[in-house]
């Protein structure tokens, strides 16, 4: 959605280690979020990125590239309740708009 | 519990029979939104409402209507459903716009 790119799948083994990218048009942009949704549930929040660099929240750390429109999901040590679709939402300029890419299905295997 | 609520979660109806589904949340939020959500094409925004009375178009808002006539409150209103709504939907909220978003569970409509 709205030139917000992600890709469509990954698999990973439990315990290692998964980048998901995440690049959108920069023009507007004022934030990045990432959220995680389990089949069937809703999304819940992970992280929000506004300014450049890596922000680390247990096993999990997101990273933002204004200039580049670009960021990343990094999970470490994966377990198998990691597996869920990750969202990947820019908010607009005004803050009043989230567009959210189309998710990254990741698929967490023993 | 902190929450948003949606009503009802599951709902199979017939094309133009107008519908609500309701979304409420007790958090105080001033911003509240409306999504759906279809393969292949992620979460897309419907209407939100930066606070009472003042609500405005997301990116797909044909065929929908919405109210904020109460912070709580954001009621989604389907006037006359075609098949091409049938999607889930999510109903969210956070505490001013561009803050982390609290979903609620979803409903699940199928217009036949």
């Known amino acids: 959605g709205q030139n917000i790119d992600q890709p469509t799948e990954m698999t990973a083994t439990e315990g290692a280690i998964v980048q998901i990218n995440c690049t959108y048009q920069?023009?507007?942009?004022?934030?990045l979020f990432w959220y995680q949704q389990h089949a069937g549930e809703a999304p819940t929040f992970l992280s929000y990125?506004?300014?450049?660099g890596l922000e680390e929240k247990g096993r999990f750390s997101s990273f933002l590239s204004r200039s580049k429109g670009y960021s990343y999901l990094l999970l470490k040590e994966l377990q198998m309740k990691d597996s869920a679709s990750y969202l990947c939402a820019r908010v607009n300029t005004g803050f009043q708009k989230l567009v959210f890419g189309t998710g990254t299905r990741l698929l967490v295997s023993p | 519990e902190a929450q948003v609520t949606q009503n009802p979660r599951y709902l199979i109806t017939v094309t133009g029979k107008k519908l609500t589904v309701t979304c409420s949340q007790n958090?105080?939020?001033?911003?509240m939104s409306w999504y759906r959500q279809d393969p292949g094409l992620g979460l897309r925004q419907i209407y939100y409402?930066?606070?009472?009375?003042?609500?405005d178009k997301g990116d797909v808002p044909e065929g929908y209507k919405v109210s904020r006539k109460e912070k709580r409150n954001f009621p989604l209103i389907l006037e006359s459903p075609s098949p091409n709504q049938t999607s889930l939907y999510f109903c969210?909220?956070?505490?001013?716009?561009?803050?982390?978003?609290?979903f609620g569970p979803g409903t699940r409509l199928t217009v036949l």
């Open positions: 990125n506004v300014l450049d």
């Open positions: 409402s930066m606070n009472v009375e003042a609500t």
């Open positions: 958090m105080n939020h001033e911003y």
């Open positions: 969210a909220s956070s505490l001013r716009a561009g803050d982390e978003q609290f």
């Open positions: 920069t023009s507007g942009f004022n934030g």
